[in-house]
């Protein structure tokens, strides 16, 4: 392409990108397409020829947009966010162009100092130690993969990625019901078996794991010849935001001389605002943290800030520098204080990432974060208390941050549980049908709920206050028509 067609293509993205953001709150929140429409729409084969870029924008406006689910609308409350900025897509933009490996120090230099420096600033934001040392990782999974294989490797005395893993004892790793699928995985590739992670009970209104539960676990693995190896504490878990008692754990980590990572993914960006801290107390002692920049954070995706305590053992266990990976003229990396993030992550290609966090973090400045975490969190304890008061339904869980659930239960219904799980499912479909705010639901305490999660960069006090009024309205409608 002609510089000249490019600066003439890039204005126009940059046009629908701002034209894009100012009117998402108009369209549907969840896209309200049936499967397979839009890959019957686009030709069976590519073309042969090349087509003019007005072409290829009108099919972008006509066929792909009407598909897709709006992760920046205003009124966009499910799962969890996955937040973005300005400042961020101006930066990703810029990092497209010049779209660099940043694998080693030689192949940027710049992208590895920045990441380095970010991660001393974001350290800093959540309150975590200068004991940490940080990278970015492209999301949470990767960064708990990472700490389950230098946990493994630890345990083994780094010897399993030499001599894998047969004959070994096996190995266990501990976490409560309420953790993420991604420790389930990370378990998985790990080659730890699954009948190796331990699901401990949870309780209490945080739903914190049951701490002598799992001291009295670990006892009787050892005694069983087995060899505990690795505890994943929750700092807001997915389904509705459990909270671990991360001291507490992590006594028994260290009693025990057991790998303890604490996945934060969520809820980790909300420890900039010092009064929330509360709910991480303990993890200094952590080996390892996560917690996703690009969920709530205002950095899009990918970003997600992985701190460790011990470096050398995850580059121990990750690095790898065959001859064509080696810089010349430096000597050893260590001795020239060279860092190849290459080494911290499963990945050998690296986006530079740290672009964003810096245009993010420079043009709002933390107080502005803090301002919006802290209006998000307000906004859903309000909305979680006007969904206590209304006699027709009731919250499920205790809020946590910007996180409630709750279920519609008619006032006076007589029914069980299996009926209210199935008017719920019927309330949450006609919800997402209807387009004006989107949820999502969990099963909780063996009950369907309904998730509400406040993270939106443009959310505004009436777009939380409306899931009130939308979901009264629609449960009167589902009312009368069952
Ligand atoms: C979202 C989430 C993850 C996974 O995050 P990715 O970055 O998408 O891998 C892990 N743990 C928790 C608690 C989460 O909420």
């Known amino acids: ?123 800093g934001m959540i309150g975590l130690p200068p004991s940490f040392a940080g990278v970015i990782q492209d999301s949470a999974t990767s960064a708990t993969f990472a700490a389950v294989l230098t946990a493994r490797e630890r345990a083994l005395s780094y010897m399993s990625n030499t001599a894998g893993l047969f004959g070994a004892t096996p190995l266990r790793a501990y976490c409560s019901a309420e ?44 005694a069983a010849g087995m060899t505990p190896f690795l505890i994943v504490a929750c700092l807001g878990g997915t389904s509705v935001g459990a909270v671990d008692d991360i001291a507490r754990v992590a006594d028994v980590a260290r009693r025990h001389g057991i790998f303890l990572h604490v996945d934060a993914a969520w809820a980790g960006s909300a420890m900039i ?21 690009h969920k709530w954070l205002f950095t899009n995706f990918d970003c997600s800030a992985h701190f460790v305590k011990d470096p050398k053992a995850l580059t121990y266990t990750l690095g790898l520098r065959p001859a064509y990976l080696r810089t010349l003229g430096l000597g050893d990396n260590e001795i020239a204080g060279v860092t190849d993030y290459n080494e911290w992550s499963v990945p050998l290609g690296r986006r530079f990432r740290a ?61 069980d549980d299996a009926a209210l799980d199935r008017l719920n499912t019927d309330l949450i479909e006609a919800i997402n049908a209807d387009g004006r705010i989107y949820l999502t639901q969990t099963r909780h305490q063996n009950r369907f709920v309904i998730r509400v999660q406040v993270g939106q960069t443009d959310t505004t006090r009436a777009d939380v206050l409306m899931v009130l009024e939308v979901a009264r309205e629609l449960a009167a409608r589902i009312g009368r028509e069952g």
């Open 1 to 123: 392409m002609p510089s000249f067609d490019f600066r003439q293509w890039a204005r126009r993205a940059a046009d629908w990108a701002v034209d894009y953001l100012a009117t998402v709150r108009e369209r549907p929140v969840r896209a309200q397409t049936a499967p397979g429409a839009i890959h019957q729409a686009i030709p069976a084969e590519p073309p042969l020829q090349g087509e003019p870029m007005e072409a290829i924008f009108a099919d972008l406006d006509r066929t792909i947009l009407p598909g897709m689910t709006h992760w920046q609308h205003p009124r966009f409350f499910a799962y969890f966010p996955a937040n973005s900025s300005p400042p961020a897509v101006v930066a990703e933009f810029v990092t497209a162009a010049m779209a660099a490996q940043c694998m080693l120090w030689q192949t940027s230099p710049a992208a590895t100092e920045l990441e380095a420096r970010m991660m001393e600033w974001l350290r």
């Open 179 to 222: 953790a993420h699928s991604s420790v389930d995985k990370a378990i998985r590739m790990a080659g730890i078996g699954h009948q190796n992670l331990v699901k401990l009970p949870s309780a209490g209104p945080l739903c914190s794991l049951d701490v002598a539960a799992l001291d009295e676990q670990i006892r009787e693995d050892k």
């Open 273 to 293: 605002c010092p009064e929330f801290r509360h709910l991480m107390r303990g993890a200094e002692a952590a080996d390892s943290f996560v917690f996703n920049p």
């Open 355 to 415: 672009l964003k966090l810096w245009f993010v973090i420079r043009y709002y400045g933390v107080e502005a974060l803090r301002a919006k975490i802290r209006d998000h969190v307000a906004w859903a304890r309000e909305l979680a208390g006007l969904f206590d008061a209304d006699p027709d339904f009731e919250l499920t869980s205790t809020p946590v941050l910007a996180l409630f659930s709750f279920r519609y239960r008619p006032h006076g219904f007589a029914g």
